[in-house]
């Protein structure tokens, strides 16, 4: 599903259509962490790769943004009950 890039995107909180020029978003709905159950939500993430990193972009389109939840911002603690974005690599 990745795709390989010559010029590396721009990382800086924006997905811009002309950095992901050739890389084919995965379309696809949310799950509820832990349940395997679908959200109701929709998002799309774009993986591209070079010769030294690989990439990961993601844009989620909420009906209700406000309802997300983001209050622990100290590294290496539980997020439980924060909301969160997850992408496991089989390399």
């Known amino acids: 599903m990745a795709q390989y890039v010559a010029v590396a995107p721009k990382i800086d909180g924006e997905v811009n259509p002309n950095e992901w020029a050739g890389?084919?978003?995965i379309?696809?709905?949310l799950i509820i962490g832990g349940t395997n159950t679908d959200s109701g939500e929709k998002g799309k993430?774009?993986?591209a790769?070079?010769?030294t990193y690989v990439y990961i972009a993601a844009r989620i389109y909420l009906q209700n943004p406000k309802s997300i939840s983001a209050?622990?911002?100290r590294d290496?603690?539980?997020l439980d009950g924060n909301d969160f974005f997850v992408?496991?690599?089989d390399t």
Do not use: K
Request: aromatic share 14%.
């Open 23 to 25: 890389v084919t978003p």
């Open 27 to 29: 379309s696809r709905s």
């Open 45 to 47: 993430v774009w993986i």
């Open 49 to 51: 790769y070079d010769d």
């Open 71 to 73: 209050d622990e911002f």
């Open 76 to 78: 290496n603690v539980d």
């Open 87 to 89: 992408i496991g690599l």
